[in-house]
């Protein structure tokens, strides 16, 4: 399972360097992951200091830390 977590983190770290920042609806959708699995691996990028995190109305942004917009 923690191997499936990490290539899980590894894909959205991916996703986010290619395309910027997205929601966790579009990580899901994008990645063709459960939202659990998308947020374990956003978890585990958190963790290790990778990711900010934004809020527009109702939606959370996540993007890579050094690389967000605005």
């Known amino acids: ?11 959205i770290w ?3 360097h290619e395309n ?3 929601t966790i609806s579009k990580l899901t959708r994008e990645l063709d992951q459960s ?4 947020l374990m691996g956003i978890g585990w990028l958190a963790r290790e200091s990778n ?3 934004s809020t527009q109305g109702r939606f959370t942004y996540i ?3 050094g690389s967000e917009s605005g």
Not at 1 to 11: L, N, S
């Open 20 to 22: 910027g920042e997205a």
């Open 35 to 38: 939202e659990r699995t998308i």
């Open 63 to 65: 993007a890579l830390k």
């Open 14 to 16: 991916h996703y986010l």
């Open 1 to 11: 399972m923690i191997d499936g977590i990490g290539r899980t983190a590894g894909e």
């Open 51 to 53: 990711l900010v995190f």
